[in-house]
């Protein structure tokens, strides 16, 4: 059975950071495509960045530059570090995982139905 559980949400000001962890039981994060997906109110699921299985990492454009994505395969952790956040951060951040081609991993920023596992997800919100 797999079990994605997310961590280290909260309300910041905007400019602030945050880090996201992922604690997976059921995968080795280091051989699946993983990744940080959010929703905010009224709009659909986005991709915001996914590591695939070779380490290859991917953003969404709104978020290069401001997050960092990074997995760590002794604990079975995923991370997402979030600097800069702004107001239209603001949403429910989901970690997901795959067992996917890079090529696909890729896709899913834009294909979110690509992940096969989810977690119940964690609120973030940024706004003065």
């Known amino acids: 059975q797999v079990d994605l559980s997310e961590s280290g949400g909260g309300s910041v000001q905007p400019g602030g950071s945050l880090t996201l962890s992922c604690a997976a039981s059921?995968?080795?994060?280091?051989?699946?495509?993983v990744g940080w997906f959010r929703q905010a109110s009224g709009k659909e699921r986005e991709g915001v960045a996914v590591?695939?299985?070779?380490?290859?990492?991917y953003y969404a454009d709104s978020v290069k530059g401001r997050f960092t994505i990074s997995r760590d395969a002794v604990k079975n952790m995923v991370y997402l570090q979030m600097d800069g956040l702004k107001p239209e951060d603001t949403a429910t951040y989901y970690c997901?995982?795959?067992?996917?081609?890079?090529?696909?991993?890729?896709?899913?920023?834009?294909?979110?139905?690509?992940?096969?596992?989810w977690g119940k997800g964690t609120q973030v919100t940024s706004s003065s």
């Open positions: 059921g995968i080795t994060v280091h051989t699946y495509c």
């Open positions: 997901a995982a795959a067992l996917v081609s890079m090529h696909t991993c890729a896709e899913s920023l834009t294909n979110t139905n690509a992940m096969d596992y």
């Open positions: 590591i695939a299985s070779g380490g290859p990492t």
